[in-house]
């Protein structure tokens, strides 16, 4: 496994609001609404390191929009107050010993989804880009047969998002082998906020899952192992700190190590039909 053992949960202190049905939230938009199948347990996990300035707003902003979903914070190894407010914000906490990297905390939540039976799991930031009001649309598009992994797309109908030069090269540059190998177009291959259900949260428990920056690469390893992906339009905003793990002298050792990860998934033999 990609994961290293995980510290301990904390448990949380759920507000009051957090206990409302999801769907019967006062003041929601109709188009916010959502029927849970009531066979279904859905998780809401976030990955978070050093996210103290802006994961109580975050969790809190889910407690508006989508009450009553479980919300699992996979804390870091940060060192600052994020677990404490994890915790005070109404979320479960999972503590990393170290800080391990996104792909291995995001990992930990999935094997944590397997483990307690949910499914579908939405995993989403720390740092308030992903609004979540799109999480509705999200679960509504996976819970169709035909779709596994729902993808929140923040360059379909017509939305903008404003980036970097060396990022936009890089989401198109992997955009587009990603359409090739996935034989679909693929608008945004770095989106974070996604809805899987099933198997595919098995998937994703599994050594399979890349263990640095589940991208294009996972998009294309889906798509090899039979599962069926389709993007959605959501609206991102940037990231409040200016964070990214694409900054920096980061985007050169980003895209060498998405390519050489791309390759070797294209290498290994593709399971049988």
């Known amino acids: 496994m990609n994961t290293p053992a995980f510290q301990k949960v904390e448990s949380p202190t759920v507000p009051a609001e957090a206990a409302t049905p999801l769907g019967e939230s006062e003041g929601r938009p109709a188009s916010q609404t959502f029927s849970r199948d009531p066979t279904q347990r859905p998780l809401i996990i976030i990955p978070a390191y050093n996210e103290e300035k802006n994961i109580g707003k975050v969790l809190d902003s889910?407690?508006?929009w989508v009450p009553g979903i479980p919300i699992l914070v996979i804390n870091d190894g940060s060192s600052d107050q994020t677990r404490d407010i994890g915790r005070d914000h109404g979320a479960e906490v999972i503590t990393l010993p170290f800080n391990s990297g996104y792909g291995v905390a995001l990992q930990t939540g999935f094997l944590y989804a397997v483990k307690n039976e949910?499914?579908?799991?939405?995993?989403?930031?720390?740092?308030?880009?992903?609004?979540?009001?799109?999480?509705?649309?999200?679960?509504?598009e996976v819970q169709r047969d035909e779709v596994d992994v729902a993808i929140g797309s923040r360059f379909l109908g017509g939305r903008k998002?404003?980036?970097?030069?060396a990022r936009q090269a890089g989401m198109y540059l992997f955009g587009k082998i990603a359409s090739l190998f996935c034989k679909q177009k693929v608008s945004d291959p770095t989106s974070g906020f996604q809805a899987l259900k099933g198997r595919a949260i098995r998937f994703a428990?599994?050594?399979?899952?890349?263990?640095?920056?589940?991208?294009?690469?996972?998009?294309?390893?889906?798509?090899?192992?039979?599962?069926?992906?389709?993007e959605i339009p959501v609206t991102m905003r940037p990231s409040p700190s200016n964070k990214s793990m694409h900054q920096g002298t980061k985007p050169v050792y980003y895209v060498l190590k998405m390519l050489l990860s791309i390759i070797v998934i294209l290498l290994r033999k593709k399971p049988p039909e």
């Open 62 to 64: 889910l407690h508006q």
């Open 118 to 140: 949910f499914s579908p799991v939405i995993q989403m930031d720390a740092d308030g880009q992903h609004d979540p009001r799109y999480i509705c649309d999200l679960l509504r």
């Open 161 to 165: 998002y404003q980036t970097s030069l």
């Open 205 to 230: 428990a599994s050594d399979h899952f890349p263990p640095d920056y589940p991208d294009a690469d996972f998009i294309i390893l889906l798509t090899r192992w039979g599962f069926k992906i389709r």
